[in-house]
């Protein structure tokens, strides 16, 4: 199974390493699952960590390691209703071919948690979702 893990699931992993987005991490390097993002998501992870916890980005760089980057095509449409600024995201998971795309931002794309019918059979969950599914 591959995740593709949002900025803010990243965030969360090296902000606190003891939590659930950090877990993910944890299990993918057991070989669960394969983890991957995108410059643009690491990117605004490491601006948002620069900004609120600087202590943390050592942290960031040692879960990264863990990680396929992978780059938005550019190509395809993104859900109508998605903002632009989370469209590079979703083309990032569809170009990798994620089975699932990791995100805590429910504002934005919270139309398209758990409706892989809206993302061409890709599933949009919170990291807590997709650990719950795990167990179901």
């Known amino acids: 199974m591959r995740l593709f893990l949002d900025a803010n699931v990243l965030f969360t992993a090296a902000h606190n390493p003891n939590g659930k987005a950090a877990l993910v991490l944890e299990l993918a390097n057991a070989g669960l699952w394969q983890p991957v993002t995108s410059p643009y998501a690491l990117e605004e992870a490491r601006r948002n960590l620069e900004r609120k916890y600087p202590a943390c980005l ?79």
């Open 58 to 136: 050592a942290e960031l760089d040692r879960r990264v390691a863990e990680l396929r980057l992978v780059v938005d095509s550019g190509l395809g449409d993104c859900p109508q209703g998605l903002a632009e600024k989370d469209c590079p995201i979703y083309l990032a998971a569809r170009s990798c071919q994620a089975d699932v795309l990791l995100t805590g931002d429910l504002r934005d794309f919270g139309f398209l948690m758990n409706a892989p019918d809206k993302t061409e059979g890709m599933c949009i969950q919170t990291v807590a979702d997709f650990l719950e599914s795990l167990s179901s």
